[in-house]
């Protein structure tokens, strides 16, 4: 097992719907701690710079306005084997297949609204990490 740290994010939808407790708790009730946390509200650039990866894909504007709609919470979580930990608690990118017991099935509304974001390899937890949060803003369950 290895010690991981990922990029989560709570977006709009769960902002908005007072999610952002609960969603927290879930990650450390599951053993994932919270190693920097804080809330901002992207520009439609910055979200599009974010998920510059899906550029090309027909929801990339749907989904950067989305991002860009509200504020969202952005969270380094580490734990034993965050990255893919992590995604167990998530759930399936679409709610309609996610597992009994998951955040999205619990809260998630639509494919393109599923209320939390995870890194999903641990080479683009680090890029994602980078992306939102500096070196001095960063700890670790040691300090
Ligand atoms: P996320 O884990 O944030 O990574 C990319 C996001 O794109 C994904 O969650 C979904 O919210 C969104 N997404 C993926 N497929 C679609 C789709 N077909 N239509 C709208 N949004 C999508």
């Known amino acids: 097992m290895a010690l991981e740290q990922t990029l989560s994010i709570i ?5 908005r719907r007072n999610l952002v407790g609960k969603i927290l708790s879930r990650f450390e009730e599951n053993n994932l701690r919270i190693v920097a946390t804080k809330m901002i509200h992207m520009t439609i650039s910055e979200a599009e710079g974010f998920y510059a990866v899906h550029r090309e894909r027909p929801f ?5 306005q989305f991002m860009s709609s509200g504020p969202v919470v952005v969270s380094i979580l580490e734990g034993e084997n965050a990255v893919s930990h992590h995604r167990e608690i998530m ?5 309609a297949e996610a597992a009994e017991g998951t ?3 619990d809260y998630a509304e639509s494919l393109g609204e599923n209320t939390v974001h995870g890194s999903d ?15 001095t803003e ?3 369950s040691a300090s």
């Open 91 to 95: 759930g399936a990118t679409n709610p």
């Open 60 to 64: 990339f504007s749907e989904l950067t």
């Open 138 to 140: 960063r700890v670790n």
């Open 11 to 15: 977006k709009p939808d769960g902002v």
């Open 121 to 135: 390899s641990l080479e683009n937890a680090a890029v994602e990490i980078a992306y939102f949060f500096s070196q």
């Open 103 to 105: 955040i999205r099935r």
